[in-house]
């Protein structure tokens, strides 16, 4: 039933006010996006269970997930704890093109290596970015090195910023990366399959890899147990009809600028809707370098994404005076997209920059 309540749209499940999504959302039902919330929490978790704890059938749940995956690209996959992994350098690299490049061969360039994990095209200020991660800081500048080089014919204006904190989000990663970690190849190996798709049965991994399930069974429990993992969570492909931006920002510093974070995290904790296909801000990071912030906004449309994404947040920051970077994400050249629904309000990794005057150096 759809109701109206101050202006919103609304529909009654369960006894409860859910209200209604945005356009990109609202071919989708209610069923399907409590589906999705819940294996973005935990994308193991059996169909028996998630049709218990949604009343509907497990023909249901298949049905639904198989419409999941066909229409929004769901990928089910381990959210990593990359320092337990030994992978300590990630950066994200802004780049503007003097002239137009061959993005078929920059894929060609980039799938060369393990170290990028998502490359993406964009239509704004800038032309692309890359989410680089790898085990050591000296290998990074390495391939920083390199690909300018390369790039270099294109006249690539390289700009890269190390990931200081998420306080939101997570990049999935490669094959190739976790081939690079010192982990034994046993581990490894069920690391790759579960990246490949996280749902996979102990049975399944064990017939892949010819190895007996009780092992399977122990190393994988071993691997969780020691944190090498944070949760099985999914990753989607941006939903028709609706806009990615993603944003850079370089300010300077305030003696506001932690009441002014205070007002951009009450922006970034709002889903938008009770059980959104994908959050509205799923990825929210404090950088070093070039930029200082990096924030990615998923709205209806173009239009409505820059007005919320970079507007708003030149608006919240004007103390800081913010000098701001934007793209909208227009093509996907190596990874995936890290959209899922989460809960962001209990998300949310939270991080203060102020000094209290006892510590103020004299």
């Known amino acids: 039933m759809l109701l109206y309540k101050n202006s919103h749209a609304y529909t009654i499940m369960d006894g409860n006010w859910y209200e209604e999504p ?25 169909v028996l269970e998630l049709s218990r704890k949604l009343g509907v059938s497990r023909k249901t749940i298949h049905d639904k997930l198989a419409k999941a995956e066909s229409e929004l690209g769901i990928k089910y996959v381990p959210e990593f704890n990359n320092q337990r992994l030994g992978l300590n350098s990630p950066h994200l690299i802004r780049i503007k093109f003097k002239k137009t490049p061959n993005y078929n061969e920059i894929t060609r360039i980039l799938s060369a290596s393990h170290i990028p994990q998502l490359a993406v095209t964009a239509k704004g ?19 920083d090195k390199r690909m300018q080089i390369m790039l270099s014919k294109y006249g690539a204006m390289w700009n890269s910023s190390d990931v200081a904190h998420m306080h939101l989000g997570f990049f999935p990663i490669r094959n190739e990366l976790i081939d690079k970690t010192a982990l034994d190849q046993q581990d490894k190996n069920i690391l790759k399959l ?13 017939k892949e890899l010819g190895m007996h399930f009780n092992t399977v069974a122990y190393n994988f429990n071993k691997l969780v147990k020691e944190g ?50 994908i959050n509205r801000y799923p990825i929210v990071l404090q950088l070093v370098g070039s930029s200082d912030v990096f924030i990615m906004g998923v709205l209806d449309d173009s239009k409505t994404a820059f007005s ?6 030149k608006r919240i920051f004007s103390h800081e005076d913010p000098k701001v ?28 920059w102020t000094v209290e005057k006892a510590e103020m150096p004299e």
């Open 22 to 46: 945005s356009r990109f959302d609202e071919q989708y039902s209610i069923l399907l996006r409590r589906i999705i919330r819940n294996l973005s929490e935990d994308s193991r978790m059996p």
């Open 125 to 143: 200020t800038y032309d692309m970015f890359i989410y680089a991660n790898t085990t050591s800081g000296s290998e990074y500048v390495h391939w």
């Open 194 to 206: 579960l990246n490949t798709n996280s749902r996979m049965s102990f049975s399944g991994i064990s």
């Open 228 to 277: 090498y993992v944070k949760r099985f969570t999914l990753s989607a492909d941006l939903p028709k009809n609706s806009s990615a931006m993603a944003i850079f920002s370089k300010y300077t510093m305030s003696e506001s600028y932690e009441s002014d974070s205070a007002k951009s995290r009450l922006v970034y904790k709002t889903s938008g809707t009770e059980f959104p296909i």
């Open 308 to 313: 919320h994404v970079v507007t708003e947040y």
């Open 325 to 352: 970077e934007y793209g909208s994400i227009e093509r996907i050249l190596l990874g995936r997209l890290p959209f899922r629904s989460v809960d962001t309000k209990a998300e949310y990794n939270t991080i203060k």
